[in-house]
């Protein structure tokens, strides 16, 4: 599976970006898609995931209510609207994507196999 994300961009706080995540090869059953980020001189944390067939979707705290991840099967993408941005929201957004994870462990980018290259989010003050 190869992973290609877009959308990122300078937007100022308060706003909304859309980013992309276009996924290539076979999504088996089991196939969970997330959004992860990495702020400046931060490690990468969870965003949220969404389990492709079931559609069941995942979400950090600091962005419920704010953020939402979808997935077109057709076209084989992943989404993640992030609306009423943050300065703390400005990070390097990457997608990352596995067939065997656990609900447990979705919050754990360890356990993801596939990753893209990350897309620069960021929002201004």
């Known amino acids: 599976v190869q992973l290609q994300a877009s959308g990122g961009g300078l937007v100022q706080t308060g706003g909304s970006l859309r980013l992309s995540c276009a996924a290539s090869?076979?999504?088996?059953?089991?196939?969970?898609m997330a959004w992860f980020r990495q702020p400046p001189g931060k490690e990468r944390e969870f965003v949220a995931a969404?389990?492709?067939?079931?559609?069941?979707?995942y979400y950090a705290d600091s962005v419920k209510g704010r953020f939402t991840i979808s997935r077109e099967n057709a076209e084989k993408t992943m989404y993640l609207q992030m609306n009423s941005l943050k300065p703390e929201d400005t990070a390097i957004y990457f997608c990352?994507?596995?067939?065997?994870?656990?609900?447990?462990?979705?919050?754990?980018?360890?356990?993801?196999?596939?990753w893209g290259q990350g897309t620069l989010v960021t929002v201004s003050s």
């Open positions: 090869g076979r999504i088996s059953s089991r196939f969970v």
């Open positions: 990352a994507a596995d067939s065997r994870i656990i609900v447990s462990s979705i919050p754990n980018p360890q356990a993801y196999d596939y």
């Open positions: 969404i389990n492709w067939w079931s559609r069941a979707t």
